[in-house]
């Protein structure tokens, strides 16, 4: 199914919007502004590499973006990694 202007993707599943029932588990689709789109996205691939930014496993080549860009979209959107205390020792 090809994506209409009514049509959301989301994940792999399909929501309707303007309408009142959603295919499962899709949840009523609300839309998001562009800076929240562009922070789930930083946060996801933040989460699929296990917080690691930089380097050839990290979130800046999933998203396609240098490095210190990556750095500079989290500081603006107020992304911090939180580095466990236990781990640094």
């Not at 199914?1 to 792999?12: E, F, K, N, Q, R």
């Not at 979130?59 to 781990?87: D, F, H, Q, S, Y």
């Amino acid at each position: 199914m090809a994506p209409t202007p009514s049509t959301v993707l989301i994940d792999g599943t399909t929501c309707i919007t303007g309408s009142t029932s959603f295919p499962s588990p899709c949840p009523p689709c609300e839309p998001l502004t562009l800076r929240d789109a562009e922070k789930l996205q930083i946060l996801k691939a933040l989460k699929r590499t296990n917080g690691q930014v930089g380097g050839k496993d990290g979130a800046a080549v999933l998203l396609g973006l240098k490095r210190t860009t990556l750095i500079n979209r989290m500081k603006k959107l107020g992304i911090k990694l939180e580095r466990n205390p236990a781990e640094a020792e």
